[in-house]
């Protein structure tokens, strides 16, 4: 008989976190032992004798969350939101104090996020000005979003590597946000409207022509098969992967 993966999630009664719960019932390969609140203590996850973590919280949790999982030798697959690098260089050392532990931060978990982030990277380097908006449901409680700051983070970086100036601005004078917020260099907008659900769109332009690349989650099941994918291999990755890219094999 094969051994079903003992899984916890916490923030199991929020938007993502009953989604994933959910979706953890329907895998015939896993087990879901504990499903935690914000009032539960984290000694849950050792009694009910959890391998891997999910933790759907909210930012100002999820570090305490990660570092319990990893001083208990659990796994953790990690969506919330808020890791700067500060908190990411703090996890490094932790984990270099556990080897064998895996955690995966994944600022998004859509298959089409994800390839949108890596294209939207590869595009960077062609295009003299660039600027990202996401959107987003008014329940939201960051800005701007993970994704956002992930995907202008690594279009920064392939900027810099090309040695390409900043986008060409002549804005003098404005209004306090309405150049949205500076990432890495990169300006981004942020809208909360109901109905949304996430979606992104990273704008190139140049002389004559603009490239548009949008991802749209229509429905937080769109986020659930990357979820899942991240509780399958997060024990065969010891150390930290940030995106879940550093699971799949974008070139093929
Ligand atoms: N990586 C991805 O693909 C995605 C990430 N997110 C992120 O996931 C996080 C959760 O998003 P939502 O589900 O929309 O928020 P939500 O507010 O609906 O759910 C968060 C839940 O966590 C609970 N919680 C807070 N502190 C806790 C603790 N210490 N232990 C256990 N539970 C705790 C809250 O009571 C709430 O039920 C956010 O940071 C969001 O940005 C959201 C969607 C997709
Ligand atoms: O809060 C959300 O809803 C989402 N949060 C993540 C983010 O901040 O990027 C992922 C996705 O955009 C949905």
Redesign the pocket.
Known sequence: MTQLTPVAV????????SEAVKAIRNSPDLTLVAA???Q?PLEELIAAGAQVVVD???????E??VAFAVEHGLHAVV????WDEKRVAGLRTLLGANPGVGVLI?????LG?VLATAFAARAARYFESVELIELHHP????AP??TAERTAALIAEARRDARMPGSPDATQSARDGARGCDVDGIRVHSVRLRGLV?HQEVLFGGVGEQLTIRHDSFH?ES?MP?VLLGIRQVGSHPGLTVGLDGYLDLQA
Do not use: Q, Y
């Open positions: 916490l923030g199991a009664s929020g938007r993502m976190g935690l609140g914000r539960d759907l919280t909210v930012p100002e949790s999820t305490r969350n969506g919330t939101t808020g994944a600022p998004n978990f859509a996020s329940d939201k409680v960051d979003s993970g996430a937080r986020f990357g």
